[in-house]
Nanobody, 126 residues
Framework: QLLLAESGGDLVHTGGSLTLSCATSQYTLEYYAVGWFRQVPGKEREGVSC????????YYSEDVKGRFTVSRDNARNSAYLQMNSLTPEDTAVYYCAADLFGDCSKFRAEEEYNYWGQGTQVTVSS
């Protein structure tokens, strides 16, 4: 069982930046693709980004492309989502998820991921 923990969520103003972290402490994360999802109450969870297990591929939804950057540090068993130019529409609970040997080709499909974190709240005020 891979336990993932997100951190870094906060309240920021429009135009601000945040970096979310996704970490695991018991096993190595290096064999897993890491996807980032977000969910607003009353809406379905949506995939926003993904980095493949070997960091060779990264994917972004159109809503965040050019503003968000996904990265990973396998030595720290961590992945990150740098979010810039935030708007109120980015307000959501953000989740990370892990896909064993994943290449992110279907990064929006929740069923591709084996493990999920509990989420971290990001609130962007206008």
């Amino acid at each position: 069982q891979l336990l993932l923990a997100e951190s870094g969520g906060d309240l920021v103003h429009t135009g601000g930046s945040l970096t979310l972290s996704c970490a695991t402490s018991q096993y190595t994360l290096e064999y897993y693709a890491v996807g980032w999802f977000r969910q607003v109450p009353g809406k379905e969870r949506e995939g926003v980004s993904c980095i493949s297990h070997d960091a060779q591929s990264t994917y972004y939804s159109e809503d965040v492309k050019g503003r968000f950057t996904v990265s990973r540090d396998n030595a720290r068993n961590s992945a990150y989502l740098q979010m810039n130019s935030l708007t109120p529409e980015d307000t959501a609970v953000y989740y990370c998820a892990a896909d064993l040997f994943g290449d992110c080709s279907k990064f929006r499909a929740e069923e591709e991921y084996n493990y999920w974190g509990q989420g971290t709240q990001v609130t962007v005020s206008s």
